[in-house]
């Protein structure tokens, strides 16, 4: 080599150096390494809708970070990367069965049971969600639930401190009641007990008030009177705030497109129907986009649609309510990784084997819209979801929560029933041991929660309302879908 | 003029009036891709594997479930050009769709083509700079020992500690006399997967020493890199520590590889370590004999959540582009990895073959 050449190889090599060392020092780290991973795992987990939809999005981390429960609700790829990871002991067990993974509705809490009318018109106490809704080790359930119920304890009698504090002290005899109610129902199944319908509040005072509110406002249609005016002999949709006092709650007018879209979409979710009504019955008479419904299902598109009902009558009326769902996002445990050919097929599956009857919610189906695949069900005041918020007073005591927990512990057992000798295998060697293990785990972890919704708050504080991932102009969706998927009312 | 010259004239008008080189007077071609009169440079290639795989799975406390499957697990196909001191590359990759587990693809979730390698590098006597989406330093290097992709792939990559490339540049500067090369990178950190989410960039140094070039030990290379990187919007740290001793020989290549990570899977407190082994053989000629083994510690900051891998594979080279092969994998988690990972306590035998050109 000469020279020349030997001080051109070196010069280019020591600018490269200097030019490193100052790359590499754009690596930034972050005070907090859980508020850095919760803050990546959510938006690892929602790009595609941060990007796409940014102002839903942004209002559904403003409701996360609003309250603990919320931030449960809104939480479960945190859940999911820390049983992938044993994040506070989350995925351990001594009672583990990995096989056969459970039919599991993937996301139980509190929240996600509620009253449903059956085809006889019979109300029983059903899990009403079914977006995360796949196969899985059965203890995702049972200790998803089981924190669930810990958090509600914790999120009780807002206004009342020392009636919180007293819920509070109870947090580990609850999830033992989750847990052990779960244990007991596994175990008369496994004995060949029948599974429980659950149409009666027995000892739950949560339960009753759920009941007395369904029969009550399911005979009155209330929903008909909250979200519909009468004008002349025809119904219509609301628009705007049904609330007043919750105003980023609002119904929209719908895009033409999507309008025009929905006869079809209906005909399709007919069909998914286990006795479907007559065509007649979901003639279309009006539609409109709601916003700011729900928490983790808070950026989807959802649509209230009235349809005519039984007859021409306006008060046999009938609204329904369309939504968007996705991906499970718990399924790929192993081969072969997906375990329903579609997103409306696992709805649909899902949900007739965890209900006690396929026919517990009769107009529950799926569909798809503008290629969205959408969930649809009747939108009734006569089916109240349990609701943390009730959690006060007489409602919101350690032994209503007590007795609540083991009514939805023995429910999960029941969701769990098809593989409850195997499940029963296990559990069965040690019941008390079970209980103590699983209710441990759901406490630890429930104060882990506690944590992790102050760390997501500052993570929102510090990378601002879309956790730090900056959408591109070019992730704007096209026009139609932007239509579709409308502007928040807090937006404009 | 007769009539055949002017069909002759019209026919040959598009490529010359599109050539990009040649604009004078007129609009350059609105894509210059294959226009310029370099194109005739460009060497077009493929790499494609299949394979039918039997997976068996055991279960803690219920016996055995089993699945198999036909796959493509590899589908390349490249573009590789080059003049004087300039080198332009394009791999295109076949990948399912959507993710593991999910339902909503494209079409179903049909195979669709993404770019895994787009980048120019420019050649300045011992150095070459490249920028792009580029390949990375420290998995080429590893998996480029191994050369039995087909079999396994490595369990730096399948463990999430390397990506194989990103976008970013490098700089590498070929050791004379055969000693090998050191390198550096700067990268969005996200690999080529995935788009930058954050502020922060990683950087890469990485150094790969022949420490005697010439002989018989000429194949026996000293491998070490850095990488000094962050993930995710939340910037949770993403370093790693790499060191191998390779050998590169041509009918015997091995290499026991150690990389420590600080931060895994958006974890910026998650401590993990890999050990890596592997050799490949091709003890007669066109018989290949492959073996890897991985022990992978998921945490280092608890005790017993790890995940050991044991690849062992025959293969025979049939024709010069094509090789097909026997291949067998055993994955043994710990408790408390399988308790993490239902389903990674398995058995997988495949057979696979690789064409290549």
């Not at chain 1, 919760?38 to 987990?45: E, F, G, L």
């Not at chain 1, 990784?337 to 799926?366: K, M």
């Not at chain 1, 900056?470 to 026009?479: G, V």
């Not at chain 2, 598009?14 to 007129?26: I, L, S």
Request: hydrophobic share 45%; glycine share 10%.
């Amino acid at each position: 080599m000469n020279g020349a050449s030997a001080r051109g190889s070196r010069e280019p090599m020591r600018g490269a150096w200097l030019c490193f060392l100052a790359f590499a020092g754009c690596g930034e780290a972050t005070d907090s390494a859980r508020q850095a991973e919760i803050a990546s795992v959510i938006t690892r987990a929602e790009e595609a809708q941060i990007r796409a939809r940014p102002a839903l999005a942004a209002g559904k981390y403003a409701r996360m970070a609003s309250s603990l429960y919320d931030y449960h609700r809104g939480s479960l790829a945190v859940f999911r990367a820390d049983f992938a990871r044993d994040h506070l002991g989350l995925a351990q067990s001594r009672y583990a069965l990995d096989h056969p993974l459970v039919g599991g509705t993937g996301d139980p809490h509190f929240e996600n049971f509620g009253v449903l009318v059956a085809s006889d018109d019979t109300l029983a106490l059903e899990p009403n969600d079914f977006d995360a809704a796949d196969r899985l080790p059965y203890w995702w359930d049972l200790r998803r639930l089981a924190v669930g119920m810990v958090l509600a304890a914790h999120a009780s009698n807002p206004g009342a401190p020392a009636a919180n504090d007293s819920t509070v002290a109870a947090e580990r005899e609850i999830a033992r009641a989750v847990v052990g109610g779960y244990a007991d129902a596994l175990g008369a199944l496994a004995a060949g007990g029948s599974s429980e319908r659950v149409t009666a509040p027995g000892d739950s005072v949560i339960l009753e008030d759920a009941f007395l509110r369904s029969q009550k406002d399911l005979a009155d249609h209330e929903e008909l009177g909250e979200l519909t005016v009468l004008q002349g002999n025809h119904r219509r949709l609301l628009r705007g705030p049904p609330d007043p006092a919750e105003p980023s709650e609002a119904l929209a007018d719908l895009p033409a497109n999507v309008l025009a879209a929905l006869p079809a979409a209906l005909e399709r979710y007919r069909a998914t129907l286990l006795a479907p009504p007559p065509a007649a019955h979901f003639l279309l008479l009006d539609a409109a986009r709601v916003f700011g419904k729900g928490i983790a299902s808070w950026p989807r598109v959802r649509i209230l649609i009235l349809v005519r009902g039984a007859s021409d009558a306006a008060d046999d009326d009938v609204i329904l309510e369309l939504r968007e769902i996705g991906d499970s996002a718990l399924a790929g445990w192993y081969p072969p990784g997906e375990y329903h050919d579609s997103v409306g097929q696992r709805l649909i599956a899902t949900s007739r084997v965890a209900w006690a009857r396929p026919d517990a919610a009769p107009l529950w189906g799926a569909t798809s819209l503008l290629g969205l695949p959408c969930q649809v069900r009747w939108e009734s005041e006569g089916q109240k979801t349990l609701r943390v918020r009730r959690l006060v007073g007489q409602l919101g005591t350690a032994q209503a929560l007590i007795a609540l927990a083991r009514r939805l512990g023995a429910l999960q057992a029941r969701i769990h029933s098809a593989d409850a000798s195997a499940l029963w295998q296990v559990v069965g060697r040690d019941p008390e041991g079970f209980v103590d293990e699983h209710s441990a785990v759901a406490v630890r972890y429930a104060a882990g929660v506690r944590e992790d919704f102050s760390a997501f708050r500052a993570a929102l504080d510090r990378l601002g309302p879309l956790l730090g991932l900056a959408p591109r102009p070019e992730d704007q969706p096209p026009p139609d879908l932007a239509a579709l998927l409308g502007t928040p009312p807090s937006s404009n | 003029m007769p009539r055949y010259a002017w069909v002759l004239i019209v026919a040959a008008w598009p490529a010359a009036a599109f050539a990009a080189d040649d604009a004078e007077n007129r609009a350059a071609p609105p894509t210059a891709a294959g226009t310029t009169s370099l194109a005739v440079d460009v060497r077009p290639g493929l790499e494609v594997f299949s394979q039918y795989a039997y997976r068996r799975t055991e279960h803690v406390s219920d016996g055995q479930s089993w699945h198999h499957e036909l796959d493509v697990p590899r589908i390349h196909a490249a573009l590789d050009a080059s003049a004087d001191s300039v080198r332009g590359r394009l791999v295109i990759e076949g990948v399912r769709s959507a993710s593991e587990g999910a339902l909503i693809g494209v079409a179903g979730n049909s195979m669709v083509l993404r770019a895994r390698e787009a980048f120019a590098a420019y050649t300045l006597s011992i150095v070459e700079g490249s920028a792009g989406i580029v390949p990375k330093l420290t998995l080429p290097e590893i998996d480029g020992t191994w050369m039995l992709r087909a079999v396994a792939i490595a369990p730096e990559e399948a463990h999430g500690f390397h990506s194989p490339a990103d976008v970013g540049a490098t700089l590498r500067a070929t050791l004379p006399q055969g000693y090998g090369f050191v390198a550096l990178g700067g990268y969005n950190g996200e690999g080529y997967q995935h788009r930058e989410l954050n502020r922060g960039k990683n950087g890469e140094v990485a150094a790969s020493i022949h420490p005697v070039p010439r002989g018989a030990l000429a194949p026996l290379a000293v491998f070490a890199s850095y990488e000094l990187g962050s993930t995710g919007t939340g910037l949770a740290r993403a370093d790693r520590a790499t060191g191998a001793l390779l050998w590169q020989g041509k009918l015997l290549r091995a290499g026991v590889a150690v990389t420590h990570a600080w931060g895994l899977a958006d974890d910026g407190s998650r401590r993990a370590l890999l050990l890596d082994a592997f050799i490949r053989a091709e003890p007669v000629s066109d018989l290949l004999l492959g073996a890897r083994g991985a022990h992978f510690v998921r945490d280092a900051r608890t005790s017993g959540d790890a995940l050991t891998t044991v690849d062992l594979a025959v293969g025979y080279r049939l024709a010069r582009p094509l090789e097909v092969f026997v291949a067998g994998t055993r994955s043994q988690p710990s408790s408390r990895a399988e308790d993490s990972v239902p389903g990674s306590r398995y058995w997988e035998a495949r057979l696979v073959s690789r064409v290549v050109f």
